[in-house]
């Protein structure tokens, strides 16, 4: 039986897990004697790690916001001396690394971090590793941690990223796809209208920690509006009980949705979300064609997010010292702004792979069945592994 490894970073619940399941649900619909394994390699090390790195992770973006901007900035999103001094110190999880490809023997890896890629990119420098390796990128940029050159296939974000892997890091048309962010297949797309002469139905989405940050604004609407709201609260217990207590009707307070088909069901139901950029839910936000107002934003990754975002005209930023209400309704009733976004929603579909499950699930098989491109001459080989002719 062949066998794919998924490799996401830590076990908290992210868009690196979110996307796994959804390639691996995408394999599951057309195969069934393909084995899938998704491991978290700082759990297989030592799960005590994890569960330190995975709490001072949060809390260093809680409580010192503004120091990780900068460090994520300086180590991860920049091809510095500093950031590659930083990765050559992990001999430690290469060691790791190349204990879990002896035990799997996979026949695909599929990375959605940056950092298991990077491992096995230097594992392929130094020829340790054979297997073919996938990136599967999970927000619209990539940040200086991924391997590039010596990692055979990628599926891309965005048409841009494509140019620059081909042109920058001289990878083979064949072996990139733009996908973008990749969405389950449970989370089905929709192409009828909103808005159609009803009270508007609003989704406040901020993650798993719940939406916190946005009570000032929830309590503005707690007597009334005109909108019913649906708020999910993720794991935040005390917001939901919150919303609860106040019995109001047109605020609908929501635990936490395992169920894609719920949250498919939901997404189907409203007509607009309120989020942050985290590069999932928005993704699966275009993939309905919903308006999407963004209200805080992350230090890191969900800031250069919010940078493209905004640059193709897919988002709306909402201003916090302004009342929520006026500035949803005035966008939402303003026809040439709201033309506008559907034309960048548009032009950004028209730029990703479309029925990108399938096509995705018809790549990978490919790749298992050994018929998919392979850099074959000196010349590409040299490309992909940065290589010069003697």
């Known amino acids: ?13 992210s868009g690196h897990h979110q996307v796994a399941e959804a390639l691996m649900d995408c394999i599951k619909e057309t195969r069934a004697d393909i084995e899938m394994k998704k491991v978290d390699l700082l759990s297989y090390s030592n799960p005590h790690i ?35 001094s930083f990765k050559v110190r992990h001999y430690f999880f290469l060691k790791k690394m190349k204990q879990l490809l002896l035990e799997e023997e996979p026949d695909l ?12 990119s230097e594992l392929k420098r130094q020829g340790e590793c054979e297997a073919p390796v996938m990136n599967a990128y999970t927000d619209f940029f990539v940040n200086s941690v991924w391997g590039r050159e010596e990692i055979e296939y990628h599926l891309l974000p965005t048409p841009e990223l494509k140019r620059e892997y081909g042109k920058r890091y001289r990878i083979a048309e064949q072996r990139m796809m733009v996908t973008g962010i990749p969405v389950h297949h449970q989370i089905t797309a929709t192409t009828g209208s909103r808005l159609a002469g009803r009270r508007p139905k ?25 909108f019913d709201l649906y708020v999910l609260c993720g794991n935040n217990d005390a917001l939901y009980e919150e919303l609860q207590s106040w019995n109001a009707d047109h605020i609908n307070p929501l635990p936490y949705l395992s169920s894609r ?12 979300i309120v989020t942050k950029p985290g590069g999932v839910t928005i993704s699966e936000a275009l993939h309905k064609k ?4 963004v209200q805080s934003v992350l230090p890191g990754q969900e800031e250069i997010n919010m940078r493209y975002l905004r640059e193709k005209g897919l988002v709306f930023k909402l201003n916090q010292d302004h009342s929520l209400e006026q500035e949803l309704l005035g966008i939402l009733m303003n026809r040439e702004t709201m033309d506008q976004w559907k034309t960048s929603i548009h032009l950004y579909q028209n730029g990703i792979e479309s029925e990108a499950p399938r096509k995705i699930a018809e790549f990978m098989n490919s790749i298992i069945e050994g018929t998919a491109h392979m850099p074959s001459s000196f010349e590409e080989r040299a490309g992909v592994y940065g290589l010069a002719r003697a």
């Open 290 to 293: 919903l308006p999407i107002f």
């Open 1 to 13: 039986m062949k066998k794919i490894l998924f490799l996401p970073f830590l076990q908290m619940r």
């Open 109 to 120: 890896i599929v990375c959605t971090h940056g950092f298991p890629s990077y491992l096995l």
């Open 261 to 272: 088909e719920e949250m498919n069901e939901l997404y189907d139901e409203v007509d607009v």
């Open 50 to 84: 994890e569960k330190l790195v995975t709490k001072s992770y949060l809390n260093w973006i809680r409580y010192a916001p503004a120091t990780y901007n900068l460090a994520y900035k300086t180590l991860f999103n920049k091809e510095t001396e500093k950031s590659r």
């Open 202 to 226: 609003i989704l406040m989405a901020g993650g798993n920690s719940g939406l916190g940050c946005m009570m000032k604004q929830l309590e503005a609407f707690k007597k009334s509006s005109p």
